[in-house]
C-alpha cells in the first residue's frame, strides 16, 4: 500500500509517518529529512537545497523527483511508502504517478491533516528531535517521558531546525496554501482522498490514519 500525507508544515506528517511506519512495517519517504540529510552531508543537492529551505521557499520539482525515484528503488520488495511532504506541486504530483506506474505501484490513499493554521505556528517553535534517531518531540504537547532522555533510543542530544522560525514558518504555509493545497483536486477526482482531524492529540490522529488503511 503507498499512501500520501499531505497537510501544511506542522500538521504532524513527520509524526505520524514515524509511528505508521514503525507499526505497520511501512517506509516513510520524507523529503525534508532527505534534504536536510543532503545539507548535513554538503553535497552538490544539499548546497543548492540549503539556501532555499533556509528562506522557506520551495527546492526543485526535479531534485525532489530524483530523491524520490531514488529512495523508492531502495525499498524491499512488497513494502508500503509513506509520502511524507512530497509531492508538493503539481508536477510533483504527475512525476509521482510517473515513478509509481514504472515500478508498477499506485498511490492508494491521500490523508489530508486538517489543522488550524496558527496552532501550527506553536508546534513547529516548540519541535525538536532526539540527534540520534530522530524521534519528534514538542517543548509542552509531546516532551520525553524523562527530561533530557529520547524515550526510544536513551541519547540526551536533541536538535532544532533551522527553518522552525516564525517568519520562515509564515513563509512555508504561504507555499503550502499556493502550492501544494491545489494539488488535492486531482486526487480528489479520483476518489482517494480522506481527511482527518489533525488538532486531535497524537494517538487520536494515529488511530484515525490507521482506520483510513484498515478501509474503514
Ligand atoms: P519538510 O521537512 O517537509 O517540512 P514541512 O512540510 O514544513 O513539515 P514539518 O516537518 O515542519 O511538519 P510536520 O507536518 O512533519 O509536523 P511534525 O510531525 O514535525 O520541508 C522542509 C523544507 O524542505 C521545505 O520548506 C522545502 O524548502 C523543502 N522541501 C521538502 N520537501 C520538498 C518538496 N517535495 N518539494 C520542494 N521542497 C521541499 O509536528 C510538528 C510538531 O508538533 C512536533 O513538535 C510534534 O511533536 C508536534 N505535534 C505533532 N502532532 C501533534 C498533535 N496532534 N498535537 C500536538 N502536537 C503535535
Ligand atoms: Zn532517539
Known amino acids: 500500500m503507498d499512501i500520501i500525507l499531505l497537510g501544511p ?11 505508521i511506519q514503525e507499526r505497520h512495517g511501512m517506509k516513510q519517504l520524507s523529503t525534508g ?9 554538503q553535497t552538490p543537492v544539499g548546497v543548492e537545497a540549503k539556501k532555499v529551505m533556509d528562506r522557506g521557499e520551495l527546492v526543485s520539482d526535479a531534485i525532489v523527483s530524483a530523491l524520490i525515484g531514488e529512495a523508492l528503488d531502495a525499498m524491499s520488495d512488497g513494502q508500503g511508502a509513506i509520502f511524507d511532504g512530497f509531492p508538493r506541486t503539481g508536477d510533483q504530483a504527475e512525476a509521482l504517478d510517473m515513478l509509481l506506474a514504472e515500478r508498477g505501484r499506485k498511490l492508494d490513499h491521500v ?16 519541535r ?10 514538542h517543548d509542552t504537547a509531546n516532551p520525553p517521558k524523562v527530561e533530557g532522555v529520547c ?24 507555499e503550502y496554501r499556493a502550492k501544494t493545497a491545489p494539488i ?6 479520483r476518489g482517494i482522498v480522506s481527511r482527518v482531524d489533525g488538532m486531535a492529540d497524537i494517538d487520536t490522529v494515529t488511530h484515525s490514519i490507521e482506520a483510513i488503511l484498515r478501509g474503514e
Open 33 to 41: 529529512d532527505m534534504l536536510r540529510a543532503a545539507v548535513k552531508a
Open 111 to 126: 490523508i489530508e491533516l486538517e489543522v488550524d493554521e496558527d496552532a501550527l505556528v506553536k508546534r513547529i517553535v516548540g
Open 128 to 137: 525538536f528531535a532526539c540527534a540520534e534517531c530522530g524521534t519528534l518531540y
Open 151 to 174: 524515550d526510544k533510543c536513551g541519547s540526551t542530544e536533541f536538535k532544532r531546525r533551522k527553518d522552525d522560525n516564525e517568519e520562515t514558518v509564515r513563509t512555508r504555509m504561504a
Open 184 to 189: 488535492l483536486d486531482p486526487y480528489e477526482k
Open 9 to 19: 508544515p506542522g500538521a504532524g506528517k513527520g509524526t505520524q509517518s514515524h509511528r
